[in-house]
């Protein structure tokens, strides 16, 4: 009888664990963010990665590699030939419904001006070339 309850205290505990584990691993669960290797910025890249890093940053995260408000845009979803750099003025201006990823709608960001989002893409496609995207 003693021997019964030890049992059942055993596989009680195991499964307390279990879920116990469960649980802490979805509070931890990774976001989608990648990680990023930073070439030497070129040109207009360094005056983008400063705006991005102002106002992107918070949801795409540093050097864009995501957060878990917002995608990484080093990833092949975002090379030129599917996200060409007038999506980039596009985002800016009227933000984005949400359709590739769980993380909601993006806002527009009226501060940031059509000179701004150019440099902005130069700073991300010189990420994406230096990680291999395209
Ligand atoms: C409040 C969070 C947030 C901020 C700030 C933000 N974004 Fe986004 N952005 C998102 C999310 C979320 C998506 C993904 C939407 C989807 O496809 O599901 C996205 C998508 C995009 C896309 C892809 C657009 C498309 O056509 O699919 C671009 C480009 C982009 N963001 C650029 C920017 C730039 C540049 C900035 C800074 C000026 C910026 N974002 C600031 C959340 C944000």
Redesign the pocket.
């Known amino acids: 009888m003693i021997m019964r309850n030890v049992v059942i205290a055993a596989a009680l505990a195991l499964a307390a664990f279990a879920v116990y584990r469960i649980v802490i691993n979805r509070s931890e669960a990774p976001t989608s963010s990648v990680s990023v290797v930073v070439p030497e910025l070129l040109g207009d890249a360094q005056a983008g990665k400063e ?2 890093d102002a ?2 940053a ?3 995260g540093v050097n864009a590699s995501g957060t878990n ?3 990484p ?1 080093v990833h092949k979803i ?1 090379e030129p030939n599917h ?1 060409a750099d007038a ?2 003025l ?3 201006r009227n933000g ?1 419904r ?4 769980p ?5 527009p ?1 009226p501060a ?1 001006t059509g000179a701004d ?1 150019a440099k ?1 893409v130069a700073y991300v496609r010189q990420l994406q070339k230096a990680n291999g995207i395209f």
Do not use: Q
């Open positions: 705006v991005f106002t992107c918070k949801c795409h408000a917002g995608p845009l975002y996200h999506a980039f596009l985002a800016v984005v949400a359709h590739h990823w993380y909601g709608d993006m806002p960001v940031v989002v902005i």
